[in-house]
């Protein structure tokens, strides 16, 4: 099969917000214990912060980690997660049906993404807290000093303020199964006098207002209308989350999935944009994409797990070969999206739907998923270039036109090199893409990275990786046309420069 793309410097999207590239810990399953922290272990720092994790994390480059929830936080107190550790309290953990110990908290996730150079989003609870509690942890992590709870974080032994930029207000408060969930009206009005209160704490914070759970919400897109009514003047960002499960064993269904989180993104900026309309105002809202990911492979297990034990193996999803090329795909939806998504969080980092997979007291390995995260974040900074493309296409059970192809470039000014991601959705053929670099004159091919398998379950597993890119030497460049070869089902990165 054969399909053509255009690519020209003067086409700009926008600039790539690096946040885009975020992703998330929730206090949650081993994401936490056994996850980043686990004093006990070999590779254990001086805070029981896990090194080996650091390292892979590091690796992907994730310049902002949201943390502690997710559902859940939507009952935590942050009090309980700071001071003395002896003195914190064990909680029952109601999203998850876990024990918390507390171990860590606040102090300890800012210290954390501080050596993974990541900067930390947080979550304030909206669900059984309010206005008072949020106010107060803002206090407790921005301000310098000479107030009760700021005097209370140098006491806790972390002087200087973590100086925290963005902040959730809340989270998936439209969701049945959220504790101290709200009708639109409810979460509204609470959201924008939040927002008030923390900004007049910290007039520097970057605030997210909660949009839909997912595109398949009955409410959705009204809810983010009903509610942007309230936050619009609050808020910078409203949030989307959205996963994807090949239940049905459908992979040209399955890997379609990006054309629905196409359409999810357009639908918000199209509401966002009405309510600017409606209310006469100058600020645009941003998007704030903050769960995505693939997830279902470990909802069947997740209803045998023994309730309130400490860190039990929870959403521990194997990805497969597949899954990855899906996850490449969404991140391209991202990039194509730039101009409006600014930031956006891979659910989840470790363990719990996670790219890093860690044995508590042993390894770690990278999952399929691992892959196009990492070249996407490494390589896909700079610009996002509109691609004009022209690929054949498919229909599949839920989706009508799905091109073969799927791609998204950069243009990565400061190292003058141009990037070809692009996903050959096709399951039997090859793809042979002539791409016209017509503002790009002398430029050399770098590489071709691959990620392609013949067995679309294959999965990694401690010691067993099944799935790792390789290079290419197939594609090549003559005459301003770069003819890239894409074998089928596979993701691809192409670099010149
Ligand atoms: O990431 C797992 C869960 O998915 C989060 O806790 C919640 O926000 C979403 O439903």
Redo the contacts with the bound molecule.
């Keep these: 099969k054969k399909a053509k793309m255009v690519i020209d410097k003067s086409y700009k999207i926008a600039e790539i917000n690096p946040r885009i590239y975020g992703s998330?810990i929730?206090q949650?399953g081993r994401a936490v214990y056994g996850g980043i922290y686990e004093p006990a272990h070999h590779t254990a720092d001086e805070y029981g912060f896990r090194q080996d994790v650091m390292e892979l994390v590091k690796e992907l480059q994730v310049p902002i980690i949201r943390y502690p929830?997710?559902?859940?936080v939507s009952a935590y107190n942050w009090e309980d997660g700071v001071g003395p550790k002896e003195s914190r309290p064990k909680r029952l953990e109601l999203?998850w049906s876990s024990l918390e110990t507390n171990e860590v908290g606040t102090n300890e996730f800012a210290a954390w993404a501080k050596k993974v150079n990541a900067e930390a989003m947080m979550a304030v609870n909206l669900g059984t807290r309010g206005i008072d509690a949020a106010r107060n942890l803002v206090e407790y992590c921005n301000h310098p000093g000479g107030t009760y709870w700021s005097d209370l974080r140098k006491e806790h032994g972390f002087h200087d303020p973590h100086k925290i930029k963005v902040w959730c207000l809340g989270?998936?408060m439209d969701?049945p199964?959220q504790i101290g969930m709200k009708t639109a009206y409810e979460y509204g009005r609470l959201a924008s006098e939040t927002a008030k209160a923390m900004r007049l704490v910290d007039p520097s914070i970057e605030l997210v207002s909660c949009g839909s759970?997912g595109s398949g919400m009955a409410t959705f897109p009204e809810w983010e209308a009903e509610t942007l009514e309230h936050t619009y003047e609050y808020a910078d960002y409203i949030s989307l989350?959205q996963?994807y499960g090949n239940r049905d064993n459908d992979t040209a269904n399955f890997l379609a999935n990006s054309l629905d989180m196409d359409n999810f993104i357009k639908t918000v900026i199209s509401t966002c944009d009405y309510m600017k309309a409606k209310k006469r105002s100058k600020k645009t809202i941003n998007l704030s994409f903050d769960?995505w990911n693939v997830?279902f492979h470990s909802n069947d297990q997740d209803k045998k797990v023994e309730p309130w034990s400490k860190a039990p193996p929870l959403?521990e999803d194997i990805y497969t070969f597949e899954d990855a090329l899906l996850v490449g795909s969404m991140l391209n939806t991202l990039l194509k999206h730039s101009d409006r998504v600014k930031m956006a969080c891979m659910?989840?980092l470790v363990n719990?739907?996670a790219p890093i997979m860690t044995e508590t007291g042993g390894g770690i390995w990278k999952q399929s998923i691992f892959y196009p995260y990492y070249y996407t974040s490494v390589y896909g900074r700079g610009t996002a270039l509109h691609s004009i493309a022209d690929s054949p296409k498919y229909d599949s059970k839920d989706f009508t036109d799905v091109p073969y192809l799927d791609q998204s470039v950069v243009f990565n000014e400061e190292k003058d090199e141009l990037v070809i991601f692009a996903v050959n959705r096709s399951l039997e053929n090859q793809l042979l893409v002539d791409v016209d670099i017509r503002s790009f004159e002398g430029y050399e091919l770098i590489e071709h990275v691959v990620l392609e398998n013949d067995n679309p379950k294959a999965v990694n597993l401690l010691g067993n990786e099944q799935v790792k890119p390789h290079t290419s030497q197939e594609s090549y460049i003559d005459n301003s046309h770069l003819t890239a070869v894409l074998p089928k089902m596979s993701w691809n990165m192409l670099r010149l420069g």
């Design positions: 998330f929730e949650l929830g997710g559902n859940m999203a989270n998936e969701g199964w759970s989350h996963y769960e997830w959403l659910a989840q719990v739907i």
